[in-house]
Nanobody, 118 residues
């Protein structure tokens, strides 16, 4: 499956952004999907994930309570609603997918930059 992330930008601290991840090539209801982020010099960090049906979600500790992951399988799209953004949320955000029978994330989008100013 091919993934295309969008929706990044520059926002002030306390503001909100919604990221989108459009999938093509295969139907996404065969995939769990997730968001990761990375800043220069640091390892990629898990942000959130959602099961193939959307029935279960998981969040990284630093975003829990502020970010919400969702998906619309009819539109082959996943979303990340980010509220109460903080400067430490500044990063390149990547969407990812893995087949429900696999344990590794094997499809990645190109990344979208999120910058939060203080």
């Amino acid at each position: 499956v091919q993934l295309q992330a969008s929706g990044g930008g520059l926002v002030q601290a306390g503001g909100s952004l919604r990221l989108s991840c459009a999938a093509s090539g295969r139907t996404v209801n065969m995939y769990h999907m997730g968001w990761f982020r990375q800043t220069p010099g640091k390892e990629r960090e898990f942000v959130a994930s959602i099961t193939y049906s959307g029935g279960s979600t998981s969040y990284g500790g630093s975003v829990k309570g502020r970010f919400t992951i969702s998906r619309d399988n009819a539109k082959n799209t996943m979303y990340l609603q980010m509220n109460n953004l903080k400067p430490e949320d500044t990063a390149v955000y990547y969407c990812a997918a893995r087949l429900v029978v696999r344990s590794t994330w094997d499809s990645w989008g190109q990344g979208t930059q999120v910058t939060v100013s203080s």
